[in-house]
């Protein structure tokens, strides 16, 4: 019994030193941030990416396309609604690179000191998404301000709530939604799930989503667009490949895959 | 260990000391030990009791004071709150109604399979209430197994209605007051039932004369157990009910969604939450406090 209890006391003084060793390794070794791509030999080990749950497919995909081009580099993605990315950010969650579906959820995070220079790699505009059986008989936009038609949205906080208010704004309709989601991903999971009759989602999400939904085309004139910052983070304790990261997504190969999933570049 | 002195208590001899009652119900509490705990036990303890406590003194340190009350009435607190505490309520009301005979079955009777019935109820226990909104989704929405004859039959969709929230809310609580009630069933005497029947009484006179009084303190702590899951519930009730106020957005959704908007109101909001919860545990000191086993 003692024993036992001597040996978890050890294990975990040990994890907690072994914790403080690989903090001061990481803030040692990255005391060159502007590297970028060029330093190939700097573009190495571990990094953490927050993306805006709009990218999940598109990022996946990057980030495999990365540690393929970069062998030794492991990319961890962590998707979800960019305000609460843009939250977990400034209350110092450990990351290096943020995605952001807005350009206010990035300028929270530039003003709270945790990254410089963002730079804006795509746009992205709205659609409604239906169950394939349409059960509410959506045909347009203007639908989904009737009051039997059940819409799900995203916060207002969140992108692609805040740009589908702009939709409705243009379009001067007031929609009453029975559900305000998290993120945009959750709005698409009730359209699969045939629990609302329509989402508004980005096209993205629609041409993502595949069969399981329909989509609905917004018309340009009331359409609302939002623009994707990137931007490595100041307290990324992997800058050279935080920052290589960053020029992938920039660079043409990075606009090819946004491009399949339906981006517009800026 | 070693370090406690043998037990005092039950050794037999007669003593010929006057216990005053204060230490009479300390004995009772700490089983008669020694009043000092050796360096390897209270060192841990300390640590626990600080991790613990830290994150509500940092709850309470950071908390905007001054416009407390400007921010709380600007907010959706009010909706928030009222919604969390009338829907915890019902949650509960329903948890008595269907969850207090189900503990006596599982108590009192010897049918086939009561231990599978067992795992089954208490499973939302350890359930993750995300899990459990998806099953309640998949179960009663509108494309759910039972949930599309609701639609079909009578019209009648649950997700996103406050219907769902209290569904949700019973779905994670209900566990708690019958694993309470049911370990009250088989703590208690069963002599009382037995001579209240031999006596002549019915089972339901037995149930509702001898057994429910029995049980009494257990029945509050698990109703009141319950109540608090249900006023806590975010995962269950996020997935089945989605959010939106007046309608679904409980107190904890809406700090976890003022959290990204105005952290000094969810700081608020989650005091609000954290007096709730020290005013349940005021109520329930006379069971928790003092360490009772029943």
């Known amino acids: 019994m003692r024993r036992t209890a001597t040996v978890a006391v050890v294990a975990l003084a040990a994890l907690g030193l072994a914790g403080c060793g690989s903090d001061d390794a990481g803030s040692g070794g990255s005391t060159s941030p502007s590297g970028s791509a060029s330093a190939s030999s700097d573009v190495t080990g571990q990094i953490t990416v927050l993306a805006a749950a709009s990218l999940t497919e598109s990022f996946t995909t990057l980030g495999k396309q990365f540690e393929a081009a970069h062998p030794g580099v492991k990319v961890t993605l962590s998707f979800g609604a960019s305000s609460a990315l843009a939250t977990q950010v400034t209350s110092g969650a450990p990351a290096d690179v943020f995605a952001s579906a807005s350009t206010k959820n990035m300028d929270t995070v530039v003003a709270a000191g945790a990254a410089t220079d963002p730079k804006t790699f795509a746009e992205n505009v709205m659609e409604i998404a239906v169950p394939p059986s349409n059960p509410g008989k959506v045909t347009g936009v203007d639908d989904l301000a009737r009051a039997d038609v059940k819409t799900a949205l995203c916060q207002e906080q969140v992108p692609c709530g805040a740009t589908a208010a702009k939709v409705f704004e243009n379009a001067e309709l007031t929609v009453e939604p029975v559900t305000l989601e998290p993120d945009v991903k959750s709005v698409l999971s009730k359209v699969t799930l045939g629990e609302v009759d329509a989402g508004v989602v980005y096209v993205t999400d629609v041409k993502a989503a595949g069969a399981d939904v329909e989509g609905i085309e917004i018309p340009t004139d009331v359409n609302a667009s939002t623009s994707y910052p990137i931007a490595a983070l100041s307290e990324s304790e992997n800058a050279a490949t935080a920052a290589a990261f960053v020029d992938y997504v920039l660079s043409a190969d990075g606009a090819k895959v946004l491009a399949a999933a339906g981006f517009r570049q800026p | ?294």
């Open chain 2, 1 to 294: 260990m070693s370090g406690t002195p043998p037990g005092r208590r039950g050794s037999g001899a007669p003593r010929p000391v006057t216990l005053g009652a204060r230490e009479r119900r300390r004995r009772a509490v700490t089983g008669g030990g020694s009043r000092t705990a050796p360096a390897p036990l209270l060192v841990p303890a300390l640590v626990a009791v600080a991790f613990l406590v830290v994150p509500l003194v940092g709850l309470v340190v950071r908390a905007p004071w001054t416009d407390a009350w400007d921010i709380l009435h600007g907010s959706q607190a009010a909706t928030a709150l009222r919604l969390s505490l009338w829907t915890s309520t019902l949650a509960t009301a329903i948890a008595l109604v269907v969850g207090v005979p189900l503990a006596w079955v599982l108590a009192r009777t010897d049918l086939p399979g009561l231990r599978v019935l067992r795992a089954l109820v208490t499973l939302p226990l350890v359930l993750p209430p995300v899990v459990g909104g998806v099953a309640l989704l998949l179960a009663f929405g509108r494309n759910g197994f039972l949930g599309r004859y609701l639609d079909q039959w009578f019209g009648i969709t649950i997700p996103f209605s406050s219907t769902a929230v209290v569904m949700a809310e019973t779905f994670v609580a209900m566990p708690f007051l019958v694993v309470t009630v049911e370990g009250a069933l088989r703590a208690a005497n069963r002599g009382y039932e037995d001579a209240a029947a031999t006596l002549g009484a019915g089972r339901m006179t037995v149930f509702r004369r001898v057994t429910l009084p029995m049980v009494t303190p257990s029945l509050a702590a698990g109703a009141v157990l319950c109540w608090a899951r249900a006023l806590g519930e975010f995962g269950a009730t996020i997935t089945f009910a989605g959010s939106f106020p007046g309608r679904t957005q409980t107190m904890p959704i809406a700090v976890y969604y003022a959290l990204e908007t105005d952290p000094d109101a969810a700081v608020l909001l989650s005091l609000v939450l954290l007096l709730v919860s020290v005013a349940i545990l005021v109520a329930l000191r006379d069971r928790w406090l003092r360490g009772s086993t029943v």
